[in-house]
């Protein structure tokens, strides 16, 4: 077998080609993807997106796919794992020819983790770039046990598991999300509940008068978000060029998923116990890619798309 098949993009829609397999080198491992999850970066990707956001070189095609579970079936030299070992994989590298949404893909070893056992593959595969997200964004917002943290997008992938990851952390979480969605991000560990439908800064003030210490805006509320801040606050935007600019002595960033190890490993743990709530909003055969580009970009998807190559 010398060929695999992988979509790529960026011209528009996903597109699926026959590639070359690829081959594990050193610190690296070849996965046979089971599930691949379909997040908004990738909507970005195929869109040829990446290059007007300054993080890659413009080329005719990207690689898709950030997330993978699967089985191990090649093993670079150096590489701390073994052949058959089933496990969840980041595939970070933004200008890789193929990824994660293919039938094989190839990462460093320090990019993946044993795959949480009693977790359906398509289940694992929404944890990797979804929960790292969630994880080094309450980590940059430098907050402490008992602090605040409002969550917007609380019922999505990364805010759910942003309400969950701050709620282990012993911080005290304001989820904004949808009205019916009240009793799901409760059930997270959210301890306050403002729906979307409301002014964001007033029905946050409200219940935290003075404002949050944090904001983890995952549903790209800005300015809204910023206003639900208290003075000196932090201010974690997850999107490329939607950060607000910084208004009363507040901490503005934007985070971007990195590969951590010993996160993934830690994110593992917590699947496991059941922590951490894997949720699969549908799944696709790696042909009807396109639908599911469609309806991640339409709103409104409570956890994560996946595709099964």
Request: charged share 20%.
């Amino acid at each position: 077998m010398t060929t695999m098949r992988a979509l790529i993009g960026g011209s528009g829609s996903p597109r699926l080609i026959e590639a070359p397999l690829p081959q594990a080198g050193r610190g690296q491992i070849r996965i046979k993807v089971a599930a691949a999850g379909v997040n908004p970066f990738d909507l970005a990707v195929a869109a040829g997106a990446l290059a007007g956001y300054g993080v890659a070189r413009k080329l005719d095609a990207y690689g898709l796919g950030f997330d993978a579970a699967g089985v191990i079936d090649q093993v670079g030299e150096g590489a701390a794992f073994a052949l058959g070992q089933e496990v969840i994989a980041l595939a970070s590298r933004l200008e890789a020819p193929t990824k994660a949404q293919a039938e094989y893909v190839v990462v460093d070893a320090r990019a993946a983790a044993l795959a949480p056992r009693g977790v359906s593959a398509a289940e694992a595969a929404t944890l990797p770039l979804n929960a790292l997200t969630a994880w080094q964004s309450l980590d940059r917002a430098n907050l402490r046990q008992g602090d605040t943290v409002l969550v917007t997008g609380a019922a999505g992938a990364v805010g759910g598991y942003a309400v969950e990851l701050a709620a282990a952390r012993g911080l005290r979480v304001v989820a904004a999300a949808g009205r019916q969605d009240e009793a799901l991000v409760r059930g997270f560990g959210a301890e306050w509940f403002v729906s979307r439908e409301e002014n964001l800064a007033e029905a946050v003030r409200r219940q935290v008068p003075g404002g949050v210490d944090a904001v983890i805006d995952a549903a790209i509320t800005g300015l809204a978000g910023l206003d639900a801040l208290r003075d000196g606050g932090a201010f974690i935007a997850l999107s490329a060029g939607v950060a607000p600019v910084p208004l009363r002595g507040t901490d503005v960033a934007t985070v971007f998923f990195r590969e951590e190890p010993r996160q993934l490993a830690e994110i593992v743990r917590l699947a496991e116990l059941g922590r951490l709530t894997t949720r699969v909003a549908g799944t696709y055969p790696l042909e009807q890619a396109a639908g599911a580009h469609a309806r991640l970009s339409a709103g409104g998807v409570r956890g994560r798309l996946v595709l099964l190559p």
